[in-house]
């Protein structure tokens, strides 16, 4: 069973740009990347928001048909009526919860063939509030901001051998100034799950995995190196990565932002990320194969695919 994460390309800076562009019967960058690599669960990390799920629809039915869907209003643009980003004005993409230009840019959905349900949304968590928090009573917005850029869910993959998804999608950019607000909130968000599973009265059910843009490498780039590090250091899940970049900038080189972790207790068969691919943004497709064992009943699967390259 394939498990993968993508911050792929597929945000607009107004909304109903990424409908119409699907809808229109012209190509759309990176929908071949998914139908290539193939996923059975897919959590993408860039992908604008609708009411009615119309760009998630759409996009799943052209990446190789999709029956199982998920995606709810992230925290990506949802207005604070504050000035969090020091400009001096208000409404714009720095001031909302996530950044965002509009209410539901770049949040988060779930591409399964396997039923998903939600067991809880932590999205609306304030940063102050979290255990260890980096968050000082200084902070613009301290009584309001919430920790999740996107949002944290916690989902039931109801596979041969059902598993808990564990969602984010770190957004925070690291150039704000001396007071590091952006990259001590990235650090919290990388270290929320691993936070949450530590606590028996907040842990969701076991076996786990965990997956999306943590937007920190553990040793190359900005932002808080030692959140990543100690993730990936934790025993309770597998690395099946480990060094491997999962985007690549003219500048700054190649960096690992994406991750799936697997918690041990899920055998791991090979794992990969996806090519660079045109048009479709400098992050590339993260991908795990998990055993798991099978049942009398799966849902149809398309025909094998050559998997990858790593």
Do not use: C
């Not at 959590?43 to 998920?70: E, I, K, M, S």
């Not at 009573?137 to 059902?162: K, N, V, Y």
Request: charged fraction near 20%; hydrophobic fraction near 40%.
């Amino acid at each position: 069973m394939r498990v993968a994460t993508w911050d792929g390309k597929f945000s607009r800076k107004h909304p109903g740009i990424l409908v119409k562009e699907l809808a229109s019967g012209d190509p759309v960058p990176g929908v071949d990347v998914i139908a290539e690599a193939s996923p059975d669960v897919l959590l993408l990390t860039d992908l604008d928001y609708d009411a009615g799920l119309v760009a998630l629809r759409l996009l799943a039915d052209q990446a190789g048909g999709y029956p199982h869907l998920f995606a709810q209003r992230p925290n990506t643009g949802r207005p604070t009526g504050l000035d969090l980003d020091g400009d001096g004005r208000l409404g714009g993409p720095g001031d909302a919860q996530g950044f965002g230009w509009f209410s539901g840019q770049s949040g988060m959905a779930v591409l399964s063939r396997y039923p998903v349900e939600l067991i809880s949304d932590n999205s609306a968590i304030l940063w102050r509030d979290v255990p260890s928090t980096a968050m000082v009573p200084e902070d613009t917005g301290h009584d309001i901001q919430r920790l999740a850029s996107s949002g944290f869910w916690a989902l039931r993959i109801d596979a041969p051998t059902p598993f808990t998804l564990l969602t984010l999608a770190a957004t925070p950019p690291v150039f704000d100034g001396p007071e590091d607000r952006n990259g001590r909130r990235g650090r919290d968000e990388v270290l929320f799950w691993p936070n949450r599973l530590s606590n028996p009265a907040t842990a969701p059910p076991a076996p786990w995995v965990i997956a999306g843009k943590f937007n920190i490498d553990p040793m190359r780039g900005d932002g808080r190196h030692e959140a990543a590090r100690a993730v990936l250091a934790d025993p309770r899940w597998t690395d099946p990565l480990p060094g491997q970049p999962t985007a690549a900038w003219d500048d700054l080189g190649e960096l690992r932002l994406s991750y799936v972790l697997p918690d041990r207790a899920l055998p791991v068969l090979d794992a990969g990320v996806t090519p660079p691919a045109p048009d479709a943004g400098p992050h590339r497709l993260v991908w795990v194969d998990l055993d798991l064992a099978p049942t009398q009943a799966q849902p149809p699967r398309p025909p094998p695919r050559p998997g990858p390259s790593r």
